[in-house]
């Protein structure tokens, strides 16, 4: 079975800061790794994805990822952060591309002006 | 946008009762998948529909059921209300290559 573990419930950080917000996986075989922003009172909208290839994703809003395997990591990273950006962050992890999504817990971005 | 809808935004019931759910999928996307997402927790899995047959269902009791119609659209249903029903209802879309696209959302308030 999968696993997803977002550590960081909230994180604040300074308008114009860089940001790491971390997630690790746990899974007995190959998946596929996304991350999604949940904006207040709406639905969830894709970042990025980790389908194979480049271990570097890139993804909407400046945002980037790197899958790690040998850490089971796929932390989200922006090199400067607007106050746009708060939101819930879920990373979620699938056995297969049309597989259901695992979520973690969500980590609370709170941009800082 | 994702071009994924659901309908009603809102909604109130109370203990017993029964809902439905509608969602209608991006264009050209056959597959519907639904979750429960409890406040300030993740979404977590319910089922899912692939071209009118449930593909998977997650740690959800017999009450959740659902149905995909063959233009792609689907409902959720939800029977004997519980207040631990209270949640926002996810519906996600994906086509051939899976990714899941997310609509708005339906907030359901049970008393």
């Known amino acids: 079975a999968q696993s997803v573990t977002q550590l960081d419930s909230q994180v604040p950080v300074f308008e114009e800061a860089p940001v790491e917000l971390r997630c690790n996986y746990s899974?007995?075989?190959?998946?596929?790794l996304f991350w999604y922003v949940q904006y207040p009172n709406q639905g969830l909208q894709l970042l990025l994805k980790?389908?194979?290839?480049?271990?570097l994703v890139k993804g909407i809003n400046g945002f980037e990822a790197e899958f790690n395997k040998s850490q089971t990591s796929f932390h989200l990273r922006k090199p400067s952060v607007h106050i746009s950006d708060t939101a819930e962050y879920f990373c979620?992890?699938?056995?297969?591309?049309?597989?259901?999504?695992?979520f973690g817990t969500g980590t609370l971005l709170a941009v800082q002006p | 946008e994702t071009g994924v809808t659901q309908s009603p935004t809102h909604l109130i019931k109370t203990r017993g009762q029964q809902v439905t759910l509608r969602c209608s999928s991006q264009?050209?996307?056959?597959?519907v998948s639904w979750y429960q997402q409890a406040l300030g927790q993740g979404p977590q899995f319910i089922f899912q529909y692939y071209r009118e047959e449930e593909n998977g269902r997650g740690n959800f009791p017999p009450r959740f059921s659902g149905l995909q119609f063959p233009n792609y659209s689907s409902e959720l249903n939800v029977n004997a209300l519980e207040l631990d029903d209270s949640a926002l209802y996810l519906c996600?879309?994906?086509?051939?290559?899976?990714?899941?696209?997310f609509g708005p959302g339906t907030r359901l308030t049970v008393l």
């Open positions: 980790y389908l194979s290839g480049s271990t």
């Open positions: 979620a992890v699938s056995r297969g591309a049309t597989n259901k999504l695992i």
């Open positions: 996600a879309s994906s086509g051939p290559r899976g990714t899941q696209y």
């Open positions: 899974s007995s075989v190959s998946v596929y």
């Open positions: 264009s050209g996307h056959n597959t």
